[in-house]
């Protein structure tokens, strides 16, 4: 099976502060690539995606880096605030259907 | 309004029972699945069905079945509930572009107590 996993389960920063959430996967085949936001009670909600043909995508504070080499993901959240408090996963897809595999998770906790 | 939406929000039943749970999604998305996730908040995928069709169907015991009347909706029945099968069960759709992988999107999750 795919294997997904995530460098710290929790991560605590001060409001303002950068985050930077990391993520790891095993299958060098593994070309499209999702960060998910989870909020207590809900489901988990799409934020950013990239695919293999990228190092960089950026969106609105949030940006991910792709490296393949050493088939690492993160999400960099800049200035971040009490409201980005979720967990958040990475999943991938190694492009045989639309079947993602999840990370573990990691929790971030912004302090005020 | 909701994208993805799921029935009921929390369900509570003993050991034995079999129970449904429902989901509908109003996006047009051709592809809908369901996730368990457990208290460790891993999520797994359990089922994908394409336009009525299951395509995949991980490791789920076969007392997990689901069903799919129309390409929006896609329930999920369990027979005999075991204590093991307490976690949060969420249904997911995707549009489908042949040999190009799409977002999923979650519906509110359905959390589900055996006793």
């Known amino acids: 099976g795919e294997s997904v996993g995530l460098h710290l389960p929790t991560l605590s920063v001060q409001e303002g502060d950068n985050s930077i959430i990391n993520c790891a996967y095993s299958?060098?085949?593994?070309?499209?690539f999702i960060w998910y936001k989870q909020e207590s009670g809900k489901g988990p909600q799409f934020i950013i995606d990239i695919r293999s043909n990228m190092d960089k995508r950026q969106g609105q504070r949030v940006t991910v880096l792709l490296n393949k080499t050493v088939k690492h993901l993160s999400l960099q959240i800049a200035a971040t605030q009490p409201g980005d408090s979720a967990v958040y996963f990475c999943a991938e897809n190694t492009g045989t259907g639309n079947q993602f595999y999840f990370g573990t998770g990691t929790s971030l906790t912004v302090i005020p | 309004d909701t994208a993805v939406s799921q029935t009921p929000k929390y369900l509570v039943t003993q050991m034995g029972n079999d129970k449904s749970i429902k989901c509908e999604q109003n996006?047009?998305?051709?592809?809908m699945y369901w996730y368990k996730q457990d208290s460790k908040k891993f999520l797994k995928i359990m089922f994908s069905?394409?336009?009525?069709?299951?395509?995949i169907n991980e490791t789920v015991p076969n007392r997990f079945s689901p069903k799919s009347p129309d390409k929006a909706h896609l329930n999920l029945h369990i027979n005999s509930l075991e204590l093991g099968d307490s976690a949060v069960y969420f249904c997911?759709?995707?549009?489908?572009?042949?040999?190009?992988?799409?977002?999923?999107?979650f519906g509110p999750g359905t959390r589900l107590l055996v006793l």
């Open positions: 069905y394409n336009n009525k069709e299951l395509i």
């Open positions: 996006l047009g998305h051709d592809t």
């Open positions: 997911a759709s995707s549009q489908d572009r042949r040999g190009v992988q799409e977002t999923q999107y």
């Open positions: 299958n060098s085949a593994s070309d499209y």
